[in-house]
C-alpha cells in the first residue's frame, strides 16, 4: 500500500463565519462521516485540522491506497470536495516516525 496526504483548504466565502450555511455545515458532517468511513475500511491514518481562525487555515487527510487513482478517487469523493466547500490537493506521502498510544 501506498501513502497519500491531502490538502483541504476552504472555498473563499467560507473564511467569513457569518457566511456559513445549514447546507455547509451538513457537508462538514458527512466529510466528517465520509472519514470515520474511511477509517473503518483501515484507509486513514489521520486526519485533522489547524486551528487557526485567519484565512491560513487548512485540513489534512493522510490515507492509504494501492494507486494513484485510488487515492484520487478517495479524495474526489470526499464530501467536502464533491460538494464544492473545500479544495483537495493530492500528494504522495510517506509517515516516517508515528508514536504509539
Not at 467569513?16 to 483501515?42: A, C, G, M
Not at 486551528?51 to 493522510?62: A, P, R
Amino acid at each position: 500500500m501506498k501513502q497519500y496526504l491531502y490538502k483541504l483548504e476552504l472555498i473563499e466565502r467560507l473564511n467569513n463565519d457569518d457566511n456559513w450555511t445549514e447546507k455547509d455545515n451538513q457537508i462538514v458532517e458527512e466529510h466528517f462521516n465520509y472519514l470515520k468511513e474511511r477509517l473503518n475500511h483501515k484507509q486513514l491514518i489521520l486526519a485533522g485540522r489547524t486551528l487557526n481562525t485567519d484565512d491560513t487555515k487548512f485540513g489534512i487527510v493522510i490515507i492509504e491506497a494501492e494507486t494513484d487513482e485510488i487515492a484520487e478517487l478517495i479524495m474526489l469523493n470526499d464530501p467536502a470536495i464533491k460538494n464544492g466547500i473545500m479544495i483537495g490537493h493530492l500528494y504522495p506521502y510517506r509517515v516516517a516516525l508515528l508514536r504509539e498510544s
